[in-house]
């Protein structure tokens, strides 16, 4: 048998299909490439004067120090979840196609695969937060620097900066995709599922972590330095302001890298296992192929519409230029847009002889685009909803509050009617081939959807950029009020408005796109119980009824979706908690040192230190227990309920963690710019407008209830609803095989001693949470 290029030909490929798979793992380096190129051209740019640079090293080093101990502190459960993953092959005969790939020794074979492919997701998710957010550190003081002399520089460094991180996302995801399927061709879905719970796990360990630390010190410092003691933002004089800035960093640079990362690898890891389930159907492996060159297709189209942002604000026809940095990004997204799209027709009909995948591509890139306006709608200074919250705080914190609340929660419905249209259009297009065929199209448009990582990535660390650039400039610039710094500062506080919105669109995005993936790793996950039931019914197992469905009329399951629903807002309610208790501590440090002589006078430095410290502190306690709980939880409930009931608990945490979420984000990112709105009217103690206002002080008690949801509970949804998945899946053989009461209604002593240390495992994590955070000296 030929084996062809790279021994491709072994799994079926014809020619074309070997030679487009090798070009995608060239694209994946044309991705590297490129962000190496785009390093240079930021580097290349000055780092301002002594005294921003002083700033820059303080928040440099802080972050470091940060994920180095964040790094230490998950290792040891990284190192016991890749034991489990090898031993969760072993419990269960392997697929029936990796017998065929790898014969007698498949099963070894996978368990070596699984394990190999978590740690080199779980490595990806983390190199790709690491340096991510090291570039973004290297950006912010170059960004700063680059506001002396015009908007344009600084924009484009602060943007490149984050399509760095962006095309490392493409680069890497697309590469560790690509090579599991060549290796290990129809049993892929093996290893994906390992490759994508690394991935999933990391992000969410920086998410929680970073999201943490950032807003607990977000919110210590606005609520003493703002409202208590009227000084500006990023002051050098708040002893929280370091604090602030290494967060934007380690939660909003690091975290929503690794993020975004694990949504786009775990797309393509849904999209791999339901196309192999079509080959086994149909025999065409254009199924698994497709998806791939679309990734790839996707990754150019990024470097073309991410490259092209700087000229929007002076370019020659007058109707497509850009006023703004909102409008020059919206506007490279479209050229990405329409690249794609236009390929993918081209390849659906060229090579699948299929319209409709071009057009599922094209709904999946029309869904990402519909979130840039639908966010921008809810969270731009210039929309009703952000104008409505700035007049609500005519009348105080409370209605502010209030309408912030509405908002969120309107945000929330009209993102799952967009959702739910694209998957109208699924159904639509495939209803008439089969249950099967509408699930593998879900998973195309979430494929769709983040064919422009590359742009949403640079869009989101964007925003923390510009936040640390105009930092940085606050804390140097302090006192001089000369034409060029005043400039500066005007063009810093535009840039970092505009960078509130591109977060919280990013953020919609990530979150439909852990919808996507949810939905269709549902459907994996049916397929792969009915497969395993299968397995048994043929070894001579009696009593088994084969799942092909969920049934809510089914007790156990109606209790599965109501404990699953329950999750996302228990996990939300321990990280806001932790926020809250860390942001408590921080208050009352910073007003202690507010107290000491010197500090208001600007002659003594405070003590920055020691905020870091608490910040640090209240993140590590955090990390393991929710991890325990995202992890445990599945398990727990389908080794009691059994796997019907752990269906109905995905599906629970798929609604209720979407609605939740999109809330979340888009309610704190209206408060945010309703702040910023009054902050940039002009100060009038007299006619209530400005900064240090009873409208400001209600505006940042709006802004700080709304940190910890838009940056620390709604982000750190979106992994915790594809951990839970992923663990369901990987756990799903074993669940079918070993059930809590054996064939005769005895016992089953094993079964119930591992689900009763899930369950300690479980108390204990809701226990840790809930303590109050060390104590820093």
Not at 299 to 307: P, R
Request: aromatic share 8%; charged share 15%; glycine share 10%.
């Amino acid at each position: 048998m030929d084996t062809g290029i790279l021994g491709l030909g072994r799994h079926g490929l014809n020619t074309f299909e070997q030679i487009a798979i090798v070009c995608v793992v060239i694209t994946a380096f044309i991705s590297l490439g490129y962000a190496w190129w785009l390093r240079g051209k930021v580097l290349k740019n000055d780092k301002g004067t002594a005294k921003m640079q002083e700033v820059w090293n303080a928040i440099r080093i802080g972050a470091e120090s940060y994920l180095s101990q964040q790094l230490r502190t998950i290792l040891p459960l990284i190192g016991v979840l890749m034991v489990l993953m090898f031993l969760s092959v072993g419990v269960v005969p392997p697929s029936r196609e990796a017998v065929e790939e790898f014969g007698e020794s498949a099963q070894l074979f996978v368990a070596f695969g699984r394990t190999i492919a978590f740690i080199m997701g779980a490595s990806f998710s983390l190199l790709v937060g690491q340096l991510g957010m090291r570039m973004a550190i290297q950006a912010n003081v170059r960004a700063a620097s680059a506001a002396r002399r015009g908007f344009n520089e600084a924009l484009s460094i602060a943007y490149y900066a984050g399509t760095i991180t962006g095309m490392l996302t493409d680069g890497l995801g697309l590469f560790g995709g690509t090579v599991i399927f060549i290796i290990f061709g129809k049993a892929a879905p093996d290893a994906l599922l390992g490759f994508g719970f690394g991935g999933t796990l990391l992000a969410l360990f920086m998410r929680v972590g970073g999201g943490i630390y950032t807003k607990a010190a977000d919110v210590g410092a606005d609520l003493v330095g703002k409202v208590e003691q009227d000084v500006p933002e990023d002051d050098p004089r708040n002893a929280a302001v370091s604090a602030d800035l290494v967060g934007d960093n380690v939660g909003d640079c690091a975290g929503m890298a690794a993020d975004i990362f694990e949504s786009y690898e775990v797309t393509i890891v849904s999209g791999l296992i339901l196309g192999l389930t079509l080959v086994a159907l149909t025999g065409e492996l254009k199924w698994i192929v497709f998806p791939l060159i679309i990734r790839a297709v996707g990754v150019i189209s990024s470097i073309v519409g991410t490259f092209t942002v700087p000229i929007w604000e002076k370019f020659p026809i007058k109707f497509l230029r850009a006023h703004d940095a909102e409008e020059s990004m919206f506007r490279s997204y479209e050229v990405s847009s329409v690249f794609t799209i236009f390929w993918s027709f081209v390849l659906a009909l060229a090579y699948a002889n299929d319209w409709r995948l071009g057009m599922l591509t094209a709904i999946g890139v029309g869904l990402a685009v519909a979130f840039n306006p639908l966010t921008s709608y809810f969270t731009s200074t210039k929309r009703p909803p952000v104008k409505e919250i700035v007049k609500s705080t005519n009348t105080g914190p409370a209605t502010t509050i209030l309408s912030g609340l509405s908002i969120g929660m309107e945000s929330s419905v009209w993102a799952l009617v967009v959702i739910v249209i694209s998957f109208i259009g699924a159904l639509v297009l495939y209803g008439g081939d089969g249950a099967t065929f509408v699930l593998y199209a879900v998973a195309m448009i979430g494929i769709g959807m983040l064919s422009h990582t590359g742009n949403n990535v640079a869009m989101d660390s964007y925003g923390p950029i510009s936040d640390n650039a105009n930092g940085i400039g606050e804390m140097a610039w302090h006192g001089m009020e000369d034409a060029e710094t005043v400039k500066a500062r005007q063009i810093m506080a535009d840039l970092d408005a505009v960078g509130n919105t591109t977060k919280a669109i990013t953020k919609g995005v990530a979150i439909a796109s852990a919808v996507i993936a949810a939905v269709s790793l549902f459907a994996s996950y049916i397929t792969d119980v009915g497969r395993v039931q299968e397995q048994l019914i043929a070894g001579g197992q009696a009593g088994i009824e084969i799942m092909r469905n969920i049934r809510l009329d089914d007790t156990k399951v109606f209790i599965g979706l109501l404990l699953g629903g329950a999750l996302p807002w228990l996990f939300s309610s321990l990280s806001i908690r932790a926020v809250s208790r860390a942001a408590g501590q921080i208050v009352e440090e910073v007003r202690r040192q507010f107290r000491i002589p010197g500090i208001m006078e600007g002659t003594k430095q405070p003590d920055y230190a020691r905020v870091v410290g608490i910040s640090t502190a209240s993140a590590q306690k955090e990390l393991i227990p929710l991890a325990v709980i995202a992890v445990v939880m599945p398990l727990l409930v389908g080794l009691v309920l059994q796997v019907e009931a752990l269906g109905g608990f995905l599906a629970g945490i798929i609604l209720s963690g979407q609605l939740l979420a999109v809330f979340m984000s888009n309610a704190g990112g209206a408060w945010d710019n309703a702040k910023k709105a009054i902050e940039d009217e002009p100060r009038d103690l007299v006619k209530n407008t400005g900064k240090g206002s009873e409208r400001h002080k209600a505006g940042v008690v709006g802004d700080t209830v709304g940190d910890p949801l838009k940056d620390t509970a709604g982000p750190a949804l979106n992994p915790m609803i594809k951990v839970a998945n992923l663990v369901s899946l990987i756990a799903a053989p074993i669940i079918v095989r070993y059930n809590m009461t054996n064939a005769d209604g005895s016992l089953n002593v094993v079964v119930v001693l591992v689900a009763v240390l899930l369950l300690a495992a479980t108390i204990w994590a809701l226990r840790s949470s809930q303590k109050e955070s060390p104590t820093v000296k």
